[in-house]
């Protein structure tokens, strides 16, 4: 972890985004969420992915200059991602469509609870009952979902057995075996 939090006593609680900049991952939902957390000065959320638009890296940088507890870090190597994500408390999906993030599927196999916004590929690899879902472009439910997850360790605890449940779904060979499937299916 950077050097800030190695001699700094208050505890954290870290929601990561990982994702790279670009209008369908909603890349800017968590920290909307965070400004409505403007009395929690122990959350703060990471983004990691790189500004594929350059609007969008200005935008970021608008951001961290405004809120001090908004980090956007940029593209990472994957096994450095892959550290945030396990040292996160949760990962924020935000995207508006997409078929399904990777990174959810790296989430389940390390751990790491996922909110994710309501929308089909999310719902496709977490489940229809996962209890950490929001309405797309919804900040407002996203703060009180990251709230929730801070100050309520049943909560917390119901999303890792959730997302520890799927994790069987995104081992190398259950991933092998379902693509085979397809493939045999479509021939």
Request: net charge positive; no cysteine; hydrophobic share 50%.
């Amino acid at each position: 972890m950077p050097a800030k939090y190695d001699h700094d006593p208050r505890p954290r609680f870290v929601a990561t985004v990982i994702g790279h900049l670009r209008d369908v991952k909603d890349p800017f939902r968590a920290v909307l969420a965070l400004s409505l957390l403007k009395e929690r000065p122990e959350i703060e959320v990471v983004h990691i992915g790189g500004a594929l638009d350059a609007a969008l890296g200005k935008e970021a940088r608008r951001w961290m200059a405004r809120e001090p507890r908004y980090r956007w870090l940029g593209s990472l190597p994957h096994a450095r991602a892959l550290g945030w994500l396990a040292r996160s408390h949760v990962l924020v999906v935000s995207s508006l469509m997409e078929g399904g993030a990777n990174v959810i599927a790296e989430a389940a196999r390390i751990g790491t609870p996922v909110l994710a916004s309501r929308m089909p590929g999310n719902l496709g690899m977490l489940g229809r009952g996962y209890p950490g879902y929001y309405a797309p472009r919804d900040h407002a439910a996203l703060a009180r979902l990251i709230a929730r997850a801070a100050d309520d360790g049943i909560f917390r605890a119901k999303l890792e057995k959730a997302v520890r449940a799927r994790r069987a779904l995104f081992a190398p060979a259950a991933e092998r075996s379902a693509l085979l499937e397809v493939v045999r299916f479509t021939a």
